[in-house]
């Protein structure tokens, strides 16, 4: 990942390979935002108008390049777009700087001279910009003329030295690192992360970073009566794993449990998916990536809150010993479910780690995964869908509007869990009947009946999980991260309850 610094140098004489500044939208063309004043007085004050003769707009993230010549130590300036000047936010900061870092992929040093006056802009600009200095290269033979993620990011603020501006750095280094991780897992092809290989990575990130780490294989999940698990997994010659991580500190109050699915790759089993797109469906460990690269960086930010991952892991594949339609599965706890499509895998996973992290009492459980197509018909694929107890679904949305990372909470109205009544069993696991309508409502309604009594939210992120198009604002292809720094905020959340 690139290296994060803060600098009060005059950004016209910072040495480094391009000056970054904002531009807002003006009713006459853009305007500098604030930051820009030194490299506009580099270069004879006009800066604004030579941008607009280049066609910049100052719409949010378009980037526009400018060679100055030796007017500034940096032989390029860029403006980048921050839309209106009147309604300015992180997250616009947050996209503005990741387009603008992604643009100058093949530039070694790049400063960013954007408004970053208080820690939440700080923490804008600071996070899209190492967001923006990402690729997954790590299955190229060779370059190939592709060019390098940016290495090194400095930060120009007049407060560079101060303790809380500090803070905001480390921090940021911190959160931008556990994206990173999540994606480059997502990123990985299914047959260099299979579930074994899956776990040992996680449980080897994990206790590097001093966190406690439980894996179970697959006799101990038969052992402990994990029948979703072992359903699940049972096609697969890569058997199942569940993974338990925790984060332990010492005078913790509140005790949290992150839940996270680990399909490492899910071709639907017996139910398969049609081919095309199935590739995509490497991301379906999205959940659980997220889930694990939090706890990396919980070990590292220390919030006074515990907090326990519990990442059932899988392959869901069709084979003579593959899960049926018409299975009944025993589930952690007991719940008798009736399989009716082996491609609603997910939940029958998440139910088992669920009653798994009901037993150890948490005060909220927080569960992500990409669990339905609904989601991506209902939200697309920026906006996750949120499930669960109304209080903790509110939190969840509230600390993705801080992050950026947008929540909307959906219900779980009592006649979709009529629906899942099962003829023969305790539970259906999709609707009895086969209908598909609020199908994301069906899967939400089905975790629900793990959860117990326990104050719960579950993300589903189908769509966000994933950036199949082209890259935009700090997201790159392929795996986005999505919901780890959410995940993150709402931990900080917790742990200010004492
Ligand atoms: N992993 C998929 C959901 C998914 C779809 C994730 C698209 C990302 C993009 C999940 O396991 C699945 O197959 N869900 C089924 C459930 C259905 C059989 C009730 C679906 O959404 O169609
Ligand atoms: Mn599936
Ligand atoms: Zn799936």
């Not at 994606?183 to 406690?212: H, M, Q, S, V």
């Not at 101990?220 to 058997?239: C, D, F, N, T």
């Given at each position: ?28 063309g ?18 604004a ?9 100052g ?12 007017a ?9 777009g ?6 300015l ?37 600071a ?20 060019r390098a993620?940016?290495?090194?990011v ?11 501006a ?12 556990a ?20 776990a ?9 970073a ?15 009566g ?6 699940v ?12 991580i925790?984060?332990?500190p010492?005078?913790?109050k ?12 899910d ?7 049609p ?7 490497k991301?379906d ?25 519990y ?10 010993s ?5 299975d ?11 399989v009716?499509?082996t ?30 197509g ?10 996750s ?14 600390a ?8 909307w909470?959906?219900p ?12 023969i ?11 598909r ?5 069906q899967?939400g309604?089905?975790?629900s009946?793990f959860?117990?009594?326990v ?7 189908a769509?966000p999980?994933?950036?199949g ?20 905020a709402?931990?900080?959340?917790f742990?200010?309850?004492?």
């Amino acid at each position: 990942m690139a290296t994060l610094a803060l600098s009060d140098t005059p950004a016209e004489t910072l040495a480094t390979d391009a000056v970054v500044v904002g531009l807002h939208k003006g009713p006459d063309g853009p305007v500098l935002a604030p930051g820009a004043e030194g490299v506009d007085a580099a270069l004879g004050g006009r800066l604004a108008a030579t941008l607009a003769l280049l066609g910049a707009e100052g719409g949010v993230a378009e980037v526009t390049k400018l060679a100055t010549l030796g007017a500034t130590t940096a032989p390029v300036v860029v403006g980048v777009g921050l839309g209106s000047a009147d309604d300015l936010t992180a997250e616009t900061l947050r996209r503005a700087a990741g387009a603008a870092v992604r643009a100058l992929a093949g530039t070694g040093r790049v400063a960013l001279a954007l408004p970053a006056d208080d820690g939440d802009q700080l923490r804008g600009v600071a996070e899209g910009a190492l967001l923006g200095a990402y690729d997954f290269t790590a299955y190229k033979s060779s370059p190939n003329g592709r060019r390098a993620p940016v290495r090194a990011v400095t930060v120009v603020v007049p407060a560079a030295t101060d303790k809380a501006a500090k803070a905001e750095a480390k921090r940021a280094t911190t959160v931008a690192g556990a994206v990173h991780r999540s994606r480059d897992w997502i990123n990985t092809p299914p047959n260099d992360l299979r579930p074994p290989a899956f776990a040992d990575a996680a449980a080897a990130a994990a206790e590097k970073a001093g966190l406690d780490v439980e894996v179970l294989d697959e006799r101990a999940l038969k052992r402990g009566g994990y029948g979703g698990i072992l359903a699940v997994g049972m096609g697969s010659e890569a058997p199942p794993r569940l993974v338990r991580i925790s984060w332990n500190p010492r005078g913790a109050k509140t005790h949290v449990a992150l839940v996270g699915k680990g399909i490492t790759f899910d071709t639907g089993g017996i139910s398969i998916k049609p081919g095309s797109g199935m590739h995509e469906m490497k991301s379906d460990m999205s959940g659980a990536a997220a889930v694990i690269s939090a706890m990396l960086a919980i070990a590292a930010l220390k919030p006074k809150v515990r907090v326990t991952a519990y990442v059932p892991m899988a392959e869901n594949m069709p084979s003579g010993s593959a899960y049926r339609p018409g299975d009944v599965v025993t589930m952690y706890g007991g719940k008798r479910v009736e399989v009716l499509n082996t491609d609603a895998e997910g939940r029958m996973v998440l139910g088992d780690a669920l009653a798994r992290a009901v037993e150890d009492e948490p005060d909220y459980i927080i569960e992500t995964s990409t669990l339905t197509g609904g989601q991506v018909v209902a939200l697309g694929s920026r906006v996750s869908g949120v499930m669960g107890t109304p209080e903790v679904t509110a939190r969840v949305k509230a600390a993705g509007e801080r992050t950026g990372e947008q929540m909307w909470p959906m219900p779980l109205p009592e006649e979709v869990r009529q629906g899942m009544d099962s003829p023969i069993a305790d539970l259906s696991q999709i609707n009895a009947s086969g209908d598909r309508a609020a199908h994301m409502l069906q899967g939400g309604t089905f975790l629900s009946e793990f959860v117990g009594d326990v104050p719960w939210a579950h993300i589903d992120i189908a769509g966000p999980s994933y950036n199949g198009g082209q890259p935009w604002g700090h997201v790159s292809k392929g795996g986005t991260g999505v919901p780890v720094r959410t995940l993150l905020a709402l931990v900080e959340d917790f742990a200010a309850e004492g």
